[in-house]
């Protein structure tokens, strides 16, 4: 997956949540107060959060590879230069290698070498443009590597078995979350159906009855407050599931709208 600059990020959360305005707008001026306007809004919501989401994954998932590469780059430079190689020689026979997203990142390293940068602004760079955590721990490591010189593959071999085992607690972490965001999605679809039961079984049946002197609320009414309870709940978990799963709030908007979507559809369906 390709890697997602920060400033279309921007360009897409400005350019959605502008449409989602107008739709809101547009609605209100023609369905103001109705349920045609709560759908409006709600999609309007969808709208506004479905493309930066789009793209928040795919860089998640460029990120994630290059972060997930970052062992066997160690290990080929380790390998390199155990065989005599410099820093430098080792990185550049690197970047002939498959490291995914890595790779082009070490060749544009290269080619800015080739012409004229130093080799720890270079790194630097690389680093800038990466920007994962481990990226931005392991540079300096390198750098103050080739400034040391000497048995340099002494600081890569550990660095490359730490890095290995920070992916791999965090792939623990991970899979242990996984059960708690699937009861929040377990937890949805209990409200789902139990308001769903609710509505069928109780509210249609007393439509009309007074009840201390005054009329119970319409079934249109309750549909209404059901729409909007589903939403909330929606959006909200699955915030909640992104901040457990990912440890960041952006990462559950993927969750929101995977729940607002599956309970929009039940309601049109039998409520």
Do not use: C
């Amino acid at each position: 997956m390709p890697k997602i600059e920060g400033r279309i990020k921007k360009i897409a959360w400005i350019a959605s949540v502008s449409v989602a305005i107008a739709l809101i707008i547009f609605a209100y001026i023609l369905f103001g107060g109705s349920r045609t306007f709560d759908e409006f809004v709600f999609f309007a919501v969808m709208i506004a959060v479905s493309p930066p989401t789009i793209l928040n994954y795919i860089d998640y998932k460029w990120r994630r590879a290059i972060d997930e590469h970052l062992p066997d780059l160690f290990r080929s430079i380790v390998q390199a230069q155990e065989t005599g190689m410099t820093l430098p020689q080792a990185l550049e026979e690197a970047s002939k290698r498959n490291y995914g997203p890595l790779t082009a990142e070490l060749r544009k390293m290269n080619t800015q070498i080739s012409w004229g940068m130093t080799f720890e602004e270079a790194l630097l760079a690389l680093g800038n443009r990466v920007n994962t955590i481990l990226v931005r721990r392991t540079m300096p490591l390198i750098i103050e590597a080739s400034r040391s010189g000497g048995h340099v593959e002494k600081v890569f071999d550990p660095t490359g078995k730490f890095i290995q085992t920070t992916l791999l607690l965090d792939k623990e972490r991970r899979n242990q979350t996984r059960p708690y965001i699937a009861i929040i999605y377990v937890a949805f679809f209990v409200f789902l159906f139990t308001i769903i039961l609710l509505f069928k079984s109780f509210f249609l049946s007393i439509e009309g009855l007074p009840t201390l002197g005054a009329t119970v609320t319409s079934p249109e009414e309750m549909q209404r407050m059901f729409f909007h309870l589903t939403a909330i709940q929606a959006f909200f978990g699955g915030l909640v599931a992104g901040k457990m799963g990912e440890g960041t709030i952006n990462a559950g908007l993927k969750h929101s709208i995977v729940m607002m979507f599956f309970g929009y559809i039940a309601l049109k369906l039998f409520l």
